[in-house]
């Protein structure tokens, strides 16, 4: 059977020839798209660029998107993607400068991971032998240590599409391993810089993150499990804590949100320094279609009301 590959190239030598190229590739039931994509290498054209090392879904360095959708494409079968023979579209990763056609530079991948100090921060005596921790507590870190640094979450994130000074979801679900972690004596310090701009209240919860991990991190669930450490820890008068109490206030009230008025209640009516500093964001979001012009309201808004009362009775 016979499978076309649409592939976006990119030489920075020779920019102007920037574009998709199409390989046409015999496959079988088994072939993932990294198959097919080494066998463009290395029969038909040598110069096409791309990451992969393991094969086998444990290096995190064959992240791409595979119409349109961050995939590795390692676990990738080629009929999954494409049963009845379609074309695919292979990109490189999104949100990350490209280097050479589907190779992106994982810099600021990584300088986000530095920045979350992903290391532990022991308080106190070290101990002598070894550091002592409940099996429940290492059992529940298991999902966050599964993360294989793939980048396919970041790739999808539409919060860094418009705003690359956002941690992201990698960062702030290696972030989570060392706040939940007992053995790491600075939680309140950890929440307090995650409770800044640019960490957990930037998330948006468009669950990209967490439909597109190959490896069920959650990252999305994470993040909003250091929302509510945050706040029980006492970091509830940040823009973040406030837009979170906005936007309840304002689902109760309308039965949807008012976006609009959500800027202006999480910075405060004349915190004007504030508002100027997140204009360039607005901006952007609004040319990528993303801002929203008018107040929906819902059709039933009691309903959502009374699930309200429901839960704040409970
Ligand atoms: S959280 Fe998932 S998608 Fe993101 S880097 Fe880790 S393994 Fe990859
Ligand atoms: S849920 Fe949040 S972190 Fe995940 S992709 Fe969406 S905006 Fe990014
Ligand atoms: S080649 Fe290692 S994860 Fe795909």
Request: contains cysteine; neutral net charge.
């Amino acid at each position: 059977m016979q499978q076309t590959l649409r592939v976006n190239r990119y030489d920075p030598e020779n920019p102007g020839a920037a574009g998709y190229q199409e390989y046409t590739v015999e496959v079988t039931d088994t072939t993932t798209i990294l198959d097919a994509l080494l066998t463009v290498r290395e029969e038909m054209d040598g110069t096409l660029s791309m990451r992969c090392s393991c094969r086998a879904s444990i290096c995190g360095s064959c992240a791409m998107r595979v119409n349109g959708q961050a995939k590795l494409v390692c676990k990738t079968r080629v009929n999954s993607v494409s049963p009845d023979g379609a074309t695919i579209t292979i990109d490189p990763a999104g949100n990350l400068p490209v280097i050479k056609d589907l190779v992106v530079e994982f810099k600021p991948f990584w300088d986000k991971m530095k920045a979350i100090k992903p290391y532990l921060l022991p308080e106190g005596t070290v101990p002598k032998a070894e550091y002592i921790a409940s099996d429940e507590d290492m059992v529940h870190l298991v999902g966050v240590v599964n993360c294989i640094q793939c980048g396919a979450c970041v790739s999808d994130c539409s919060v860094l599409e418009v705003d690359d000074s956002f941690l992201g979801p990698a960062a702030l679900a290696k972030a989570y391993r060392f706040v939940k972690d007992p053995r790491d004596g600075h939680q309140k310090d950890r929440l307090d810089a995650l409770n800044e701009s640019s960490g957990v209240w930037d998330c948006t919860r468009c669950m990209q993150c967490v439909e597109v991990c190959p490896k069920d991190v959650d990252p999305m669930g994470r993040i909003m499990l250091m929302r509510d450490m945050a706040m029980e820890s006492g970091f509830n008068n940040t823009s973040g804590s406030r837009h979170t109490e906005s936007f309840a206030k304002s689902v109760k009230k309308n039965g949807r949100l008012n976006e609009t008025k959500l800027a202006v209640d999480s910075m405060g009516m004349f915190n004007v320094p504030a508002m100027l500093d997140s204009a360039p964001v607005g901006i952007r979001a609004m040319m990528k279609g993303k801002f929203p012009w008018k107040a929906h309201k819902s059709s039933e808004p009691d309903k959502v009301k009374r699930v309200f009362e429901k839960v704040e009775g409970e």
